[in-house]
């Protein structure tokens, strides 16, 4: 139904003539935007997260089998897409050396995947989820869900969006990377490695939006509105960067960003926590989307089961509108701080 009726809508604005034509392009991208957007469905982020986040997977500990099935898992659905690595052919791995990670650690891999600009490819949006999780204990599998099996589904809905959007014409202006990192239980180790090692200049690295739990609502919000996510990080180094996912936010998703964590003086330190921070690092401006920890963080109690796909969705949907945003305007955003 909903397609349908996006249809009709996109024929409307283009059959509208041509003696308005600034008002009737800009109606045209409009739609289009949102029905890329629709195509990010509850049905589909829930589909992927059962799998991703099954007891088959194991756990998604850092370089044990259960983890390799899941960076399969990612390859696959790229593969099946026709979404291309930016390693060439059916290469979507960058191995990461055991030295690289933990002496006690088996070799591991980030799993990429990549959506060439139409008009600055050479520009680089790095949309990024860390793949793996805590594994088992005591024969409990600790199923990491919301963390972060809701940022990986995600970014896979993202890429598919994207990919319908280049299928039609209208693809990013700048190229998108989207980057599935591992070892960030460990200490950030698969992002650290990324930005020691990257495949892109760090310089044409213009932004890095990191998704880490977005499946759920957290004991504040519990009894409240649930329609918020925990925005860190987007005006430490860009406030055009934090302007322009303001006014995305309010032009087409109206979810509560909660800048509560963004505080300096939060003792939490939560930008520091993430794999953003390997990208803040290196003074690329980046936004993280979290939801807040919640009495099933870090236990074997975080399953698919207790994600809210209808907010999932609409999260999903900010990252993706942001990241159009920063693909497609005029200009490269400016770091001003
Ligand atoms: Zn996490």
Request: overall charge negative; some cysteine; glycine content about 6%.
């Given at each position: 139904?909903?397609?349908?009726?996006?249809?009709?809508?996109?024929?409307?604005?283009?059959?509208?003539?041509?003696?308005?034509?600034?008002?009737?392009t800009s109606e045209v991208t409009i739609t289009n935007v949102t029905k890329y957007a629709n195509t990010i469905t509850p049905t589909d982020l829930k589909n992927h997260l059962y799998i991703f986040a099954s007891d088959e997977f194991e756990g998604r500990n850092t370089g044990t089998p259960g983890q390799k099935k899941a960076s399969e898992y990612l390859k696959y659905f790229y593969i099946n897409n026709n979404i291309q690595s930016p390693l060439g052919g059916n290469n979507y791995f960058q191995d990461i050396p055991t030295e690289h990670l933990n002496?006690?650690?088996?070799?591991?891999?980030?799993?990429?995947?990549?959506?060439?600009?139409?008009?600055?490819?050479?520009?680089?949006?790095?949309?990024?989820?860390?793949?793996?999780?805590?594994?088992?204990?005591?024969?409990?599998?600790?199923?990491?869900?919301?963390?972060?099996?809701?940022?990986?589904?995600?970014?896979?809905?993202?890429?598919?969006?994207?990919?319908?959007?280049?299928?039609?014409?209208?693809?990013?202006?700048?190229?998108i990377l989207f980057l599935h990192v591992t070892?960030?239980?460990?200490?950030?180790?698969?992002?650290?490695?990324?930005?020691?090692?990257?495949?892109f200049p760090l310089k044409n690295t213009i932004t890095n939006l990191n998704?880490?739990?977005?499946?759920?609502?957290?004991?504040i919000h519990e009894d409240g509105n649930p329609n918020y996510i925990y925005l860190i990080g987007s005006d430490k180094l860009s406030s055009e960067l934090h302007n322009l996912s303001e006014e995305i936010n309010e032009k087409f998703t109206q979810i509560d960003l909660d800048y509560k964590y963004n505080d300096e003086e939060d003792p939490n330190r939560f930008y520091y926590r993430s794999d953003h921070y390997n990208f803040a690092k290196n003074n690329i401006p980046i936004i993280f989307y979290f939801n807040g920890t919640h009495q099933d963080y870090h236990r074997p109690s975080d399953t698919p089961d207790k994600i809210n796909y209808e907010l999932l969705q609409?999260?999903?949907?900010?990252?993706?509108?942001?990241?159009?945003?920063?693909?497609?305007?005029?200009?490269?955003?400016?770091?001003?701080?």
């Amino acid at each position: 139904m909903k397609k349908t009726l996006l249809f009709i809508l996109t024929l409307a604005a283009i059959s509208c003539g041509s003696n308005n034509h600034i008002s009737e392009t800009s109606e045209v991208t409009i739609t289009n935007v949102t029905k890329y957007a629709n195509t990010i469905t509850p049905t589909d982020l829930k589909n992927h997260l059962y799998i991703f986040a099954s007891d088959e997977f194991e756990g998604r500990n850092t370089g044990t089998p259960g983890q390799k099935k899941a960076s399969e898992y990612l390859k696959y659905f790229y593969i099946n897409n026709n979404i291309q690595s930016p390693l060439g052919g059916n290469n979507y791995f960058q191995d990461i050396p055991t030295e690289h990670l933990n002496p006690n650690l088996n070799p591991s891999e980030n799993v990429l995947a990549f959506i060439e600009g139409s008009e600055k490819p050479n520009e680089i949006i790095v949309i990024s989820a860390h793949l793996d999780h805590l594994g088992t204990n005591n024969e409990e599998i600790y199923n990491g869900a919301d963390d972060d099996g809701s940022g990986n589904v995600a970014i896979l809905e993202i890429a598919e969006a994207f990919k319908k959007a280049v299928e039609d014409g209208n693809g990013p202006k700048r190229s998108i990377l989207f980057l599935h990192v591992t070892g960030e239980e460990k200490g950030l180790l698969g992002s650290k490695y990324y930005v020691n090692n990257p495949i892109f200049p760090l310089k044409n690295t213009i932004t890095n939006l990191n998704i880490d739990m977005i499946g759920r609502v957290d004991e504040i919000h519990e009894d409240g509105n649930p329609n918020y996510i925990y925005l860190i990080g987007s005006d430490k180094l860009s406030s055009e960067l934090h302007n322009l996912s303001e006014e995305i936010n309010e032009k087409f998703t109206q979810i509560d960003l909660d800048y509560k964590y963004n505080d300096e003086e939060d003792p939490n330190r939560f930008y520091y926590r993430s794999d953003h921070y390997n990208f803040a690092k290196n003074n690329i401006p980046i936004i993280f989307y979290f939801n807040g920890t919640h009495q099933d963080y870090h236990r074997p109690s975080d399953t698919p089961d207790k994600i809210n796909y209808e907010l999932l969705q609409k999260r999903t949907q900010l990252v993706f509108y942001t990241a159009w945003e920063i693909a497609n305007r005029e200009n490269r955003i400016v770091v001003d701080k």
